[in-house]
């Protein structure tokens, strides 16, 4: 078991530059300075025994949404003829486990490289939906299974990250079952619902949405009701989470590791949940 950790982080940009300040050249007056009411909301301290990865292993058999271009490993360099290991990868932003980023469905929206990091450490809520999509392949998350989960655990926390977990991620070794299309071609795999998305839109505070599946709508969607509804309001999506039943439903604290790169509409994100 791992040894209990402390952990600090920063909650508003305001707030974060104060903390900056702390550490900066000015730092010991400039701490000094500031009232202390606010030096000690600057902080949120979360203490942590357990720590859980969930990010998929990803690389060119990881299944794709159709029509994606196909992730490309070139070595370049090798330790026969150059001394070191290295490769060129090619695969299209929205691969494995990945960050939807706001411009992705939204022409004014946030791109990848300009998400606060306040809105990268958040809290996480998991929806399980496992039951009903054992039942059926096109279940949704709706408004009802989010009371559900607040009725047990609580009001959705403030800045929430909203997962579903749907059992689907036990799929995704094989490209046929995590797809799971029927002889038309139409997918079948659980997501969230658009009257779920139009709730947490209008009566909660949420950072975005996770789930275990290729795409935030379910996979008979034509509309992308999800996508077009969550996205244009600058909150992020995050696509084919792994081991979402191993951290707790209520009290984790996601780590969204999105990537910082320059216009991006999303992109590989290392995935981790403390709690
Ligand atoms: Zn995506």
Known sequence: ?????????????????????????AAAAAALALPANIHAAAVRRTTFSQVADLTHVVGPGFPLFPGAAPFTVTQVVSFEENGYYGSVLSYWEHTGTHMDAPVHFAPDGLFVDQLAVEN??????????TEKARQNP???????????????????????????????GARAGSVEAYRNADSSGTMHFPGFGKDAIDFLLTERRIAGIGVDTL???????????????????????????????????????LFVGAPRVAAGSGGLTRLMAVW
């Not at 791992?2 to 900066?24: H, I, K, V």
């Not at 077009?228 to 999506?237: D, F, Q, S």
């Open 1 to 25: 078991m791992c040894p209990p950790r402390t952990l600090e982080s920063m909650q508003s940009p305001d707030l974060s530059r104060r903390g900056f300040l702390a550490f900066g050249l």
């Open 120 to 129: 990268l450490v958040v809290p996480a809520a998991v929806i399980n939906i």
């Open 138 to 168: 096109d279940a949704e998350v709706t408004p009802d299974d989010i009371r559900a989960w607040e009725r047990r655990y609580g009001r959705l926390p403030d800045n929430a990250a909203v997962l579903m977990a749907s059992g689907w």
């Open 215 to 253: 795409s935030l709508d379910p996979g008979n969607s034509t509309t992308f009701a999800v996508h077009y509804t969550l996205l244009p309001t600058n909150r992020w999506g995050l696509e084919n989470i792994a081991n979402l039943e191993s951290i707790p439903p209520s009290g984790a604290t």
